[in-house]
T-cell receptor, first 109, second 115 residues
């Protein structure tokens, strides 16, 4: 079983709609959680950290469920520029980042 | 731009050859991490260097080795290249401050093709 698992998608989303997807992690001792965004053939960039109480950054909302060991990302009012691969990232107990394979989101006009 | 640079941008090698990839970290950063990203996969942690010492290693064989220099730039060396080594190699720099998390800033990567 992979340490971090994501639905690869693609999630095809009409512009202006809401999309949400999850990521599960296997190590209950994981300390920190993040969402990164990666555009095609580009480097990953930090989108947002995920806090235990949940957090928002503009149109993006991240949630953490430690009991069920998953995190989620919700994008409201999707823009064409939101088309990307979203990588779920978990900081493991020895302090290193583990990436999921990514969820592809395609926002269509 | 993150200020992290990598060279070369693309590289083609044949099986059995050796390769050296280079990374210049963002100014002021003292930690460099290297990742391998195969097509359709997320980045996989290779190793991390902090102040010229290896500070953690992922599940990669010893033919993957690295260095960090006094200016905090870094090299990734891969010996005896195999076809499966074809991937995007990313380096990420950060400043270790003792905080729980120090954001890693990625370079644009080196795309290695092994024939």
């Amino acid at each position: 079983r992979k340490e971090v698992e994501q639905d690869p998608g693609p999630f095809n989303v009409p512009e202006g709609a809401t999309v949400a997807f999850n990521c599960t992690y296997s190590n209950s001792a994981s300390q920190s959680f993040f969402w990164y965004r990666q555009d095609c053939r580009k480097e990953p960039k930090l989108l947002m950290s995920v806090y235990s109480s949940g957090n928002e950054d503009g149109r993006f909302t991240a949630q953490l469920n430690r009991a069920s060991q998953y995190i989620s990302l919700l994008i409201r009012d999707s823009k064409l520029s939101d088309s990307a691969t979203y990588l779920c990232v978990v900081k493991n107990s020895w302090g290193k980042l583990q990436f999921g394979a990514g969820t592809q989101v395609v926002v269509t006009p | 731009e993150t200020g992290v640079t990598q060279s070369p941008t693309h590289l083609i090698k044949t099986r059995g050859q050796q390769v050296t990839l280079r990374c210049s970290s963002q100014s002021g950063h003292n930690t460099v991490s290297w990742y391998q990203q195969a097509l359709g996969q997320g980045p996989q942690f290779i190793f991390q260097y902090y102040r010229e010492e290896e500070n953690g290693r992922g599940n990669f064989p010893p033919r993957f080795s690295g260095l960090q220099f006094p200016n905090y730039s870094s090299e990734l060396n891969v010996n005896a290249l195999e076809l499966d080594d074809s991937a995007l190699y990313l380096c990420a720099s950060s400043l270790a401050t003792g905080a729980q998390y120090n954001e890693q800033f990625f370079g644009p990567g080196t795309r290695l093709t092994v024939l």
